[in-house]
Structure formats: structure tokens, C-alpha cells
């Protein structure tokens, strides 16, 4: 994957994180506000030269998943705590 496609993925997947976050009330927001800051250095570095190429796709690679895995995360979370929720109304 090309630089400029990583960067992109990226984001890409910091605005569907943010979109979620305010339509489940804004709990993701938190986990993800550090993240996107590690973004915006990144990118930052990459384009002081800094950082090469193939330093920075790698990074970003590891962001993204760290990312997805928040996402992922937060998302099983919300949903157990609604079934609770249920669960716990119907006795």
C-alpha cells in the first residue's frame, strides 16, 4: 500500500470512528481523541522528512489497527451493556 493510501485509510477510518462516537453518544470520542493525535504527529513528521516513506507507512499501519481494534472494542462493549440493560428490564 502506497503512502498517500495509508494516510488516506486513515483518515478515512478517523471520521467513520468520529461519526460512530456522536451517534452512541459520544463514549468513543475518548479512546480515540489520543489516537488521532499520534495521527496528526505522524503525518506531521512525515512531511518535516522526518520520517521516510516506508517509517511512515508502518507506523500508520500499526495505528490503524490499533484504531480498528478500539473501534471494535467499544462497539462489543456498548452492545453487552445494552443486553444487560434488557436483560436486567425484563425481570
Same mark, same amino acid.
Given at each position: 500500500?502506497?503512502?498517500?493510501?495509508?494516510a488516506t485509510e486513515l483518515d478515512r477510518a478517523f471520521?467513520?470512528?468520529?461519526?460512530? #462516537?456522536?451517534?452512541?453518544?459520544?463514549?468513543? /470520542?475518548?479512546?480515540? %481523541?489520543? !489516537?488521532? &493525535?499520534?495521527?496528526? @504527529?505522524?503525518? $506531521?513528521?512525515?512531511?518535516?522528512?522526518?520520517?521516510?516513506?516506508?517509517?511512515?507507512?508502518?507506523? #500508520?499501519?500499526?495505528?490503524?489497527?490499533?484504531? /480498528?481494534?478500539?473501534? %471494535?472494542? !467499544?462497539? &462489543?462493549?456498548?452492545? @453487552?451493556?445494552? $443486553?444487560?440493560?434488557?436483560?436486567?428490564?425484563?425481570?
Amino acid at each position: 500500500m502506497k503512502t498517500r493510501d495509508i494516510a488516506t485509510e486513515l483518515d478515512r477510518a478517523f471520521a467513520a470512528a468520529r461519526s460512530n #462516537a456522536l451517534m452512541g453518544g459520544g463514549q468513543m /470520542g475518548d479512546t480515540i %481523541a489520543p !489516537l488521532h &493525535v499520534i495521527h496528526k @504527529v505522524l503525518k $506531521a513528521e512525515h512531511a518535516a522528512g522526518e520520517l521516510t516513506d516506508k517509517q511512515f507507512t508502518d507506523k #500508520a499501519r500499526e495505528l490503524l489497527e490499533l484504531l /480498528g481494534n478500539a473501534v %471494535a472494542s !467499544l462497539y &462489543v462493549q456498548r452492545n @453487552v451493556n445494552a $443486553a444487560r440493560r434488557t436483560r436486567t428490564r425484563r425481570r
